[in-house]
């Protein structure tokens, strides 16, 4: 009954939120008018409740001109590979010169891949960037079959290919374990177009490193009672009626839940902000959680798996992780460049969980294996914000350009 709990909630709040908006546009209108002094409070409320709801639609990247050596160059969104559950999105630029081509996977973990705008962004001004857009698991329908964490891993394989030999990738949280695995069995299929390096920030490749709240949370509990608690299955309203997920609104819960006082606080200064005019920081607010809020259901066999195969189980570092009956074995990529990144005050992945990666990739030489700790910035100060831009992007960028030729 979860979804269809959600769904009524969803159902009853969003005119309500809509209308909230439209009158206070309206009181806007009358707020300078000393008379209407009492207007701007109410304003300022309507305006927090009226953007403050969950939604399932996906946000534009909207990346508009990147600087590409001395000059503005536009982008252009183009999807060049899809499959009912990702599109391959490709930032194509009109430059002459000929950039190092980069996949950026995206994690599924209740946002969309829009969550990686600033990431995204940042790379275009040296790179020819690609994305994994993960779909709405409640869109896509029963007859695409079943997604877990074998297919995620089959699809960053599937677009290294469709981009070509030479790519490089990078990965950020969760997707960290899938494209190590997928390195590992292109490696030893000796595939022409296994990545040159591997960029992995903040991913959970060995949780049993300095635990954090989630990783406890996910210990806590036998994998049978996170499917029965946390999965649902899609109201046949949607186009993926019947398929079973973890909806992308119960995740988003549980984040904000963890960090409940600094997201209140947040809207409470966003009233403020409102009530006082203070136009820039009203939108900043807006922008983040517009896209905060944005949130998208994942298959249930894909979060069950990841939770105990990742987190409870510890696959990957024990030498247990299997891919579709083969045993993945990171020591078998030695030509792939390993870069490591993680945040001095990251709560979701702790240092060391991603930095275990090195130790896991005994095949690549000490050369080529690089890590990055970067001090003053939590889970998406590593891929997102000023820090990424001016400390950890550069080592990313050299990184590239080192494996490139």
Not at 49 to 78: D, K, S
Not at 388 to 402: D, H, L, T
Request: charged fraction near 20%.
């Amino acid at each position: 009954m979860i979804y269809q709990m959600l769904q009524a909630s969803q159902d009853l709040l969003t005119p309500m939120r809509r209308l909230a908006r439209g009158q206070g546009g309206v009181l806007g209108l009358l707020e300078a008018h000393p008379a209407f002094y009492p207007a701007r409070p109410l304003r300022a409320a309507l305006e927090v409740f009226g953007h403050a709801g969950i939604t399932h639609a996906r946000p534009a990247f909207a990346i508009g001109p990147v600087r590409v050596g001395n000059r503005m160059v536009e982008v252009e969104e183009v999807a060049v590979h899809a499959t009912p559950f990702a599109t391959l999105l490709h930032f194509r630029k009109d430059v002459e010169i000929r950039l190092p081509r980069v996949l950026v996977v995206a994690p599924m973990s209740g946002h969309f891949a829009t969550l990686l705008r600033n990431t995204v962004q940042v790379l275009l001004q040296d790179h020819d960037v690609y994305i994994t857009d993960w779909h709405n698991a409640r869109d896509v329908p029963l007859a695409a079959g079943r997604f877990g964490l074998d297919e995620f891993t089959a699809h960053v394989m599937e677009f290294l290919r469709a981009i070509g030999r030479g790519a490089h990738v990078l990965a950020v949280c969760q997707p960290v374990v899938a494209v190590l695995a997928a390195a590992a069995l292109m490696a030893e299929e000796h595939d022409p177009c296994s990545p040159r390096s591997m960029a992995l920030l903040a991913g959970p490749i060995d949780t049993r490193v300095r635990p954090t709240r989630v990783n406890a949370l996910a210990r806590s509990k036998p994998i049978e009672w996170f499917e029965r608690r946390l999965i649902s299955t899609v109201p046949w309203r949607h186009r993926g009626g019947g398929r079973r997920v973890y909806p992308g609104a119960v995740q988003l819960s549980a984040f904000m839940s963890m960090n409940l006082e600094r997201h209140l606080r947040a809207h409470r200064d966003q009233f403020w902000a409102l009530h006082d005019g203070d136009a820039e920081r009203a939108a900043l607010h807006r922008r983040f959680y517009d896209e905060y809020l944005a949130v998208m259901d994942l298959p249930a066999e894909f979060y069950l798996e990841t939770v105990h195969r990742i987190f409870q189980a510890h696959a990957l570092p024990l030498g247990q992780l299997v891919w579709r009956g083969r045993r993945v074995r990171p020591e078998a990529i030695r030509r792939t460049a390993i870069l490591t990144v993680e945040g001095e005050k990251d709560d979701i992945c702790a240092i060391g969980q991603t930095m275990a990666a090195l130790d896991l990739c005994r095949g690549v030489p000490v050369t080529m294996k690089r890590h990055h700790l970067q001090t003053g910035v939590g889970h998406y100060g590593v891929f997102s914000g000023r820090r990424w831009a001016q400390q950890v992007y550069p080592r990313v960028r050299e990184m590239i350009q080192v494996n490139e030729g």
